[in-house]
């Protein structure tokens, strides 16, 4: 699969395609900007896109919205913030799911390998870290809107983590 790493350091560029590598047989680029990646997403056209928000220049919100709209695949943003508002924000501009950087490396894979072989476009389907542990998939919650308008989720476990994060 072909996969795009979006992160302005170096060291978390290379670990994470480390990391990508040992997981499976995926043809990876790397962007250390945000017109890196969107140059490089009109290109390369990834599968999937794991992006960091905190990007010098162009970055944050605007520029998943963009990356969206040019094609990035999936986005799974990797962020430094745990908080659910960075990642009710991100999910409402367009990701497809929000990874804490306190996440462990398996968890994370586990997020990019489900994004991977999930089927469509679910962008901002309530997939968010329960706890910074736990990736939740479209699969695993049932994405509707209730009636304010915010996503519910089908069980009990999985509306508390869609309530903190809305």
Do not use: W
Not at 10 to 33: F, N, Q, T
Not at 118 to 139: E, K, Y
């Amino acid at each position: 699969m072909r996969i795009l790493i979006v992160d302005d350091h170096a060291i978390v560029r290379d670990g994470l395609s480390r990391l990508l590598a040992i997981d499976g047989d995926h043809e990876i680029k790397m962007a250390a900007s945000g017109r890196e990646a969107l140059v490089t997403a009109r290109s390369f056209r990834p599968a999937l896109t794991i992006l960091d928000l905190n990007l010098p220049g162009l970055g944050g919100l605007e520029l998943l919205r963009r990356m969206a709209q040019v094609g990035a695949g999936k986005i799974l943003v990797l962020s430094m913030h745990a908080e659910a508002l960075y990642a009710r924000r991100s999910l409402e501009a367009g990701a497809h799911g929000y990874v804490s950087k306190n996440a462990a490396p398996d968890e994370l894979m586990t997020a990019v390998r489900r994004e991977l072989q999930s089927r469509g476009d679910r962008r901002g389907a309530g997939r968010v870290l329960q706890d910074d542990r736990q990736h939740l998939h479209p699969d695993q919650i049932q994405a509707r809107r209730g009636p304010d308008r915010r996503p519910c989720a089908a069980g009990d476990r999985d509306r508390g983590v869609l309530s903190s994060a809305y």
